[in-house]
């Protein structure tokens, strides 16, 4: 062979053999997507690196998003349940997807307290104006009531009710202010100017002397604008005769007819107050109870029967926590209470009084909660109504015929046709006869 060409042949077999060595020295290099990462998690399992199925929805990003936003949460004490407000997920769904904004900063104190709100205010506005739009064709309802904030300021709240939707107009703070008739009067008369005399057709509050006299004084001034007592006041002082009846001279035939129904709710009261003014008793009644004592402001509409339907929902609970050795081996200094309650609650007599109560004034209650919603023309039948139910059930419940007379019915439907003679007006008469029924 020619020495050249053997001399060529060598030298391409050693560039051959060393980069087989060469190769074999450096470690294979895959693709990223299958690499593995010497990353150890607290458990000491290797973990693969992102996919493309998590690359493509960032998985990372969104958790990391996900701890900052519940970071937000957890630092400012926010409640839990403003995330399932839709206001709070479309901000952050819009933000996320709509642009790219890198360099964004969400809006600074002051700016959510100024332009920002007076914004909201302008969008509010364009929303109801279409309710402000069928006043002037179906009229309205002016309804006022007064209520204390958080902080202890009383408010007089204002609103507009008609077909279309209801829509709160102002509230008032009548802090260091004398709350009398001419005071009513004026904010009763900046709030029907402000809707147009024209578009009211009555104003509504509840049944306290300042109120009605506020009311005259409106409807002297404007000829067109009924003053109506609250339907729903007035059936719960009717509520309040019948079941917190008070032993005077002007009431003593109401107190002795209803004075029964009064010790009824005042042992629910003791019960619920003995049970949970100690840890060591209230634990007893949890362990018995999934549902809880309801703390029922005295004046909250029929503040009684809504008590007496919660006991009667917890009965089973309460019976099987006094018979219990839970509640035999309580040792405190109030044992007499102890053993008065466990007597109570086992005493069917006394649970029978709790269901009569709350049966015959069922259809009291059930007008209260329709008379929130219902129409000016329903009122004058439903209360016609509600009477003729209430007698119905007590005359069943004393087993007597139609016919005879009943003392206990006699006095119930005394205490309701006087509440309705001073709630009645001409206008509740007018819609009823309006109504084409």
């Not at 998690?41 to 998985?59: D, N, R, T, W, Y």
């Not at 269901?355 to 015959?360: E, G, H, L, V, W």
């Amino acid at each position: 062979m020619n020495p050249t060409k053997l001399a060529e042949l060598k030298r391409l077999d050693n560039e051959a053999t060393l980069k087989i060595e060469n190769s074999k020295k450096k470690k294979v290099s895959l693709p990223p997507v299958f690499e593995e990462r010497k990353q150890t998690s607290s458990g000491g399992v290797h973990q693969k690196l992102k996919g493309p199925l998590e690359a493509s929805f960032k998985i990372q990003a969104r958790n990391a998003i996900d701890c900052e936003i519940a970071r937000m949460f957890y630092s400012s004490g926010l409640p839990f349940h403003l995330a399932r407000s839709p206001y709070y997920r479309s901000a952050f769904s819009y933000t996320a997807n709509t642009y790219s904004l890198s360099g964004y900063v969400p809006p600074s104190y002051n700016k959510l307290r100024g332009p920002l709100l007076e914004k909201e205010r302008a969008h509010v506005e364009n929303l109801l104006q279409p309710i402000k739009n069928s006043w002037k064709q179906k009229g309205v309802t002016i309804v006022s009531n007064g209520w204390s904030n958080p902080q202890r300021r009383p408010l007089i709240n204002f609103m507009a009710i008609n077909e279309s939707e209801p829509m709160f107009l102002k509230a008032i703070d009548g802090s260091g202010e004398t709350k009398d008739k001419d005071f009513i009067a004026k904010h009763m008369r900046d709030v029907i100017m402000e809707v147009g005399p024209k578009n009211v057709v009555q104003i509504i509050t509840d049944n306290a002397a300042v109120c009605k006299v506020a009311g005259m004084i409106i409807e002297s001034e404007f000829s067109s604008i009924y003053w109506t007592h609250c339907v729903v006041h007035t059936l719960n002082l009717a509520l309040k005769n019948i079941c917190a009846a008070k032993n005077t001279k002007r009431n003593s035939d109401l107190y002795e007819e209803f004075y029964w129904i009064s010790q009824i709710a005042d042992d629910a009261t003791f019960i619920k107050n003995f049970i949970m003014g100690h840890s060591m008793r209230l634990s007893m009644f949890n362990n018995f109870n999934s549902l809880k004592f309801l703390s029922v402001a005295p004046t909250r509409f029929a503040s009684t029967i809504i008590m007496l339907k919660r006991f009667k929902s917890l009965k089973r609970g309460l019976q099987e926590m006094v018979i219990s050795n839970e509640w035999s081996d309580y040792k405190e200094d109030n044992v007499d209470n102890a053993r008065t309650i466990k007597e109570t609650l086992l005493n069917d007599n006394w649970w029978m009084k709790v269901d009569y109560i709350i049966a015959f004034t069922a259809p009291i209650y059930g007008v209260i909660r329709k008379t929130d919603m219902a129409t000016l023309h329903l009122v004058y039948e439903m209360w016609d109504s509600m009477i003729e139910d209430v007698r119905k059930t007590i005359y069943q419940h004393e087993g007597k015929a139609q016919v005879e007379h009943s003392s206990f019915f006699e006095t119930v439907n005394s205490v309701l046709i006087d509440r309705w003679t001073k709630n009645s007006t001409s206008l509740h008469c007018l819609a009823h006869s309006l109504n084409p029924r």
